[in-house]
DNA sequence: TTGTAAGCGTTATCAA
DNA sequence: TTGATAACGCTTACAA
C-alpha cells in the first residue's frame, strides 16, 4: 500500500518491460515511445513505486545532496535564504543538508565530500577561516562550491550578494531627501566584507551629495548585533552634537541604537532618524517600526542555489561572471522622518 | 593526495587482506585481530580511505539521514535544538536533514521515505496538519518519528518537550514573592498544546498561592509573536485597573507587550512586571532585559535526536514512557521588580 | 526503440 | 579469525 520496498525490477515486471525501459521513462522520457511510457508510467502508479536514492546515488556517483554552511543558525536572517536555496533544490531531488559553520571542525567539512555525502555546497558564511576555506576548495572542485551573502575577495568561487553599496547609497540619498545633512553611520564588524561595502555606498553618497562626512559619527559596531547599536547609542550620547541622521550597517544595529538612545530620552524619529539594512521579520513590528534597506533573501538564496546546481551540470558560469548582484530595495517605514 | 576515489578494495590490496577485513575493521573491530586490526587501520591512513556513504546505504538498506520538521525555519527559538539534534546525530555519521513545514506538501514529506533520504524524523511543529501526520504514520513506522517541543496529544509518538507547566509556575512564584497579587497572562496561539499547558501551570500556581484569577487579565494572544504582545498591550491599556504583573506566553508576546506599552508611556517594570518563557537570544539585549523562563533548548535536540538513535537502532522506549520532560530555569532581569 | 548485462562500493552470509 | 562471494537497486554501454 505504501509502495514500500518496490523496486525498479517490480515495475518492469508490471509493466512487461525491462528494467532499462523504466530507468528511462522516468529519467530520459524522450527516448521511450509513448505507448511504453504510458504503460511503465501506469506501472508506476499502480505500485507505488519509488526510487531507491542509495542506488541512483551509487550508480551515478553522486550524493543527491548539498551542503550550505550558515555562520549562525541562529540569526533570523538566513531563513528566507534557506528557502529560496530549498524551493530550487528540491525540485531538482536534491536534498539539503544545513551546518553550522560556528565549531565545525575542519575535518568534519571536507569529510562530506570526501565520503559522497555532499556534491556541492553552498557557502554563506564570509568569516569561514582561511585554512578550512582552503582545504575545502583543495578537495571541493571549483564549480562545487558558491558563496552567497558573504564572500572572501580573494577567491575566485561564484558569489551571489545584494547590491551593498548600492543600497547604502540608496539610504543615504533616502535621508538626504528628508533634509537631513548630518548624517551619521554605524558600521558593521570589522573586516568584514559587508561591512565595507556598504561604508564604501555610504562615502560615495556622501561625496556625491556634497556632504562632509563627521569622522565622530563614523561608529565602529563590531558586530551584527544589538548589543553593538546600544554600544554606539552611548557614544553618540557623549558626543556635544548629534548626527540628525544615522544609517546603521544592519537592522539590528538600527533596533539595538533605538532601544538605547530610547533609555537616554532620544525619540527616533523626532529627535533623530535611524535606517537600518536587511529588513529581517522583526523590523517591521519594531517600535518604532524599521526603515531599512530590503536584500531579496528569497532571490540571493534561489540564485545561489540555481548557479550552483547550473556549475554541477557542466553549464557552469564563464570565470569573469562570477558575482551576480541582487538589488536591493527602500522600505520607508517610522524610524525615519523629515527634518524638522 | 585527497583520497578521493579511494575504495575499500583498495585499502584491502594496500593492508593485503580482503575486503571484508576492512569493512568488520571499520564497523565491528571486535571481530579482528589486533595486529591485522593495525595494519588495515594504516592502509585507511596511507589512502586517505573515505567510505562511499551511498554504497554503505544501499547495501545497509538506509539513508543516512534525519529529517528535522520546523514549523518555520526563521523563528530563532528553533536554532539551538537544531544545535542539539546536530551534535548527536553528527557522532553517529548521520546527515541533518531540515524542512520548513510551512507549505511543504504531504505527498513530498512522505516522499522523503519512501525513497530512502530519510531514516527517521524529528518533528518540531505541533502544528502539521492532521491529514499529513496521519498518512506520515502510515508510512513511517512507529519507532522513526519522535516529537521535540510541541506534539499532538492524541498520537503515540515519543515525546521531548520542556516542563511547561512547572515553568509557567515558576513564573508565578517569582511575581508573588515579589509582592505581586494582581497577576495577568497573556496566552499563546489557542489550541496550542503549549499554550494550554502554560495556562494550566498559571492556575494551579494562583490556586496554590491562593490568588483569585481576573478574567480581564488573561488575554488571548492568538499567537507566539511581537503583534501578539502589542495587541494585548492595547487590550489591557483600555481595562479600567492594570494588573501589576504580567505573565506571557512566549518572550515575543512579553516584548511585543513592553513595546506597545513604553509607547503609551507604561514603564515596566516601575508600571508592571513582565515576564515571558523561553529565553532566546534577544531577551537579555532587550531593553528592559527580559525576566524569563529558560527553556534547555540544547537538550531537547540532544534528547529528540537521542530518543530517535535508540529508537532506531531497536533499543526503543517502552510505550508508557513515552514522554520526557526537560527542566526549565527562572532567569531574572530588569523587567520584573518588587511591587512598590 | 528496447533489452541484456555489467558494475557502482559496500556488507553479510557462509565456508574455511 | 579471515576470505570468497552474492546481493543491495539502479543506470548505461552495447547489442539487437
Chains 1, 2 share one sequence.
Not at 563590531?222 to 550620547?237: D, K, N, T, V, Y
Request: glycine fraction near 8%; hydrophobic fraction near 45%; aromatic fraction near 4%.
Amino acid at each position: 500500500m505504501s509502495g514500500k520496498g518496490t523496486t525498479i525490477q517490480e515495475v518492469a515486471r508490471v509493466a512487461g518491460v525491462s528494467t532499462a525501459t523504466v530507468s528511462r521513462t522516468l529519467s530520459n522520457p524522450d527516448l521511450v515511445r509513448d505507448g511504453t511510457k504510458k504503460a511503465v508510467l501506469a506501472a508506476v502508479e499502480k505500485t507505488g513505486y519509488r526510487i531507491n536514492r542509495a542506488a541512483q546515488n551509487l550508480r551515478k556517483q553522486q550524493a543527491g545532496a548539498i551542503l550550505v554552511l550558515l555562520p549562525d543558525l541562529g540569526n533570523p536572517f538566513f531563513s528566507q535564504i534557506l528557502s529560496g536555496i530549498e524551493s530550487v533544490l528540491t525540485t531538482s531531488d536534491l536534498s539539503v543538508l544545513i551546518t553550522d559553520a560556528s565549531g565545525i571542525k575542519q575535518s568534519q567539512l571536507v569529510g562530506y565530500f570526501q565520503d559522497t555525502r555532499a556534491d556541492g555546497i553552498i557557502i554563506l558564511d564570509g568569516a569561514i577561516p582561511h585554512g578550512v576555506l582552503k582545504e575545502l576548495i583543495e578537495v571541493v572542485p571549483d564549480n562545487r562550491a558558491v558563496f552567497a551573502c558573504e564572500w572572501k575577495p580573494d577567491t575566485k568561487l561564484p558569489s551571489i550578494r545584494s547590491d551593498n553599496q548600492g543600497g547604502a547609497h540608496q539610504a543615504v540619498a533616502h535621508l538626504v531627501e528628508l533634509g537631513h545633512r548630518k548624517i551619521g553611520h554605524v558600521l558593521g564588524p570589522r573586516g568584514n566584507v559587508l561591512t565595507k561595502e556598504r561604508l564604501t555606498g555610504f562615502e560615495r553618497a556622501m561625496l556625491e551629495f556634497d556632504i562632509d562626512i563627521n569622522s565622530n559619527w563614523l561608529i565602529d559596531g563590531g558586530e551584527f548585533s544589538l548589543e553593538a547599536g546600544a554600544q554606539a547609542a552611548r557614544q553618540f550620547i557623549e558626543l556635544d552634537e548629534l548626527p540628525t541622521a544615522i544609517f546603521c550597517a544592519a537592522d539590528l544595529i538600527a533596533m539595538g541604537l533605538i532601544s538605547e538612545f530610547a533609555k537616554h530620552g532620544i525619540s527616533v524619529p523626532n529627535d533623530v532618524s535611524v535606517i537600518g539594512f536587511d529588513d529581517i521579520a522583526i523590523a517591521y513590528r519594531f517600535i518604532p517600526s524599521l526603515t531599512t534597506i530590503r536584500q531579496n533573501r528569497i532571490q540571493l538564496g534561489v540564485l545561489a542555489a540555481t548557479t550552483l546546481m547550473n556549475s554541477l551540470s557542466g553549464r557552469s558560469m564563464p570565470a569573469e561572471n562570477n558575482v551576480q548582484l541582487v538589488d536591493v530595495l527602500l522600505v520607508e517605514r517610522e524610524s525615519t522622518a523629515p527634518l524638522s
